[in-house]
């Protein structure tokens, strides 16, 4: 192996969680017990809102997209960037580290999208606040874990990142503001600023250099320092926590940063040291009967075991589980004849209710936290007549004869999934995505509802967005100067 991508694996693997923030939120709330002002929740807001103008204690991010492979197959967010501020919509993908955007230059950029948003390329020079992230500079050396081989001070800090389906993304850091609605009040935000470090995308490739599923960036929601979350988290602005809420049936959902409150979920406890959301399967229940797989099956060596990913579209399954799962789904429907559709998907026909015709499926983790899969969500409906598995198998995909299982949109959907970074756990629950869920503001302790959008859309499979290697590029760009 390359020692060089051995190095920024380390750095990947290395995404061990701060500290907890949120002395000064504290002290805000004792200082109203103190005063004996703590029954005016609306005191305390607008006192939070005078003096900490710029504290972020729950986030709210507006969605679009649906998780549909035959729709859209993704989710994105709308942020804003910049000064004067201009919106982008990036991905939001948990299965990788860094927020890019479109950069104005670049080379391989698409320029048009069919998901009925406009495209806008981030231009630096354009915003007052923006700035160029030097190698020598502290994001980027902590970023590689250490100092840049042939760093001088007028060298950009580049990036590049490969993510699973084979498509990357490369250019440049900049350091520009970025605007975030803060929640404020029952489905209240206003808008909130804070200097971010993101990459500056000069070159695509794969998939998002096309223009079908074409995004302006993604918006990475991993562990590693690098991310928009530990970014937010190093300064005390929020918790490491966040949520996301994906409605399958209308599209978008809610998106929240901080510590959410309602609804309660049972947990099971990430794998540590992986370089993506890893957790502990342990068996699969097809109609009420568990699968006998081999023992290793589930394995969470590197870059193994069970990936919770919001950048993927499907569930992609060892063949050892996907041969036997579709076989016992298939038990009880002896006439069914398959086929397969543009070479990767396994359909038939099938008239009646498949909530009714076909089983659920219940995959169980470490904690005996469960999830369950209906048949309509596992399955996808391409015509009147005629629906396909949503269910892949990994080992057709992978190109390096990796099998892991990867849950994707597919089971993610209908269902609110907390990510908690300050206790290492994951969890879910079944839920109604266009209503509404509860964060705490932990400078005030007043709770607020944070409710769905959708901020439309039309369509696109996306496979494997998780990220595989950031790359360290030895040879750095001249700074723009
Ligand atoms: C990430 O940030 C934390 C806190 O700021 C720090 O302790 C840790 O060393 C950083 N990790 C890496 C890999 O740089
Ligand atoms: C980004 O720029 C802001 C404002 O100039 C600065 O305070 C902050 O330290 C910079 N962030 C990084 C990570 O360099
Ligand atoms: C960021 O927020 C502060 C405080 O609310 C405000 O004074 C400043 O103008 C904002 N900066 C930008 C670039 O919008
Ligand atoms: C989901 O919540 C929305 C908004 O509260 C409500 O209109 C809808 O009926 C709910 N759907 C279900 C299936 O309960």
Known sequence: MDPRLSVLVAAILIGLVSAASGNVVFEVQNKFRVDGRSSSLSAMRSYDARRHGRLLSAINLQLGGNGDPSETGLYFARISIGTPPKDYYVQVDTGSDILWVNCAGCSKCPVKSDLGIELTLYNVEESSTGVMVKCDQGFCTSTYNGPLPNCKPDLLCQYSVVYGDGSSTSGYFVNDTVHLDRVTGNLQSSTSNRSIVFGCGSRQSGELGSSSAALDGILGFGQANSSVLSQLASSGKVKKIFAHCLDGKKGGGIFAIGDIVQPKVKTTPLVPNQPHYNVVMKAVEVGGDVLQLPTDVFDTGYQKGTIIDSGTTLAYLPQEVYDPM?????????????????????????????????????????GSLTMKVYPHEYLFQISDEAWCFGWQSSGLQSKDGKDMTLLGDLVLSDKLVLYDLENQAIGWTEYNCSSTIKVIDDSTGAVYSVGAHNIGSTSTLIIGRIQTFLLLLISMMHALL
């Open 326 to 366: 579709l076989k016992k789904i298939l038990a009880k429907q002896p006439q069914i004849k398959l086929h397969t559709v543009e070479e990767q998907f396994t359909c038939f026909k099938y008239l009646e209710s498949v909530d009714d015709g076909f089983p659920e499926v219940t995959f169980h983790f470490e």
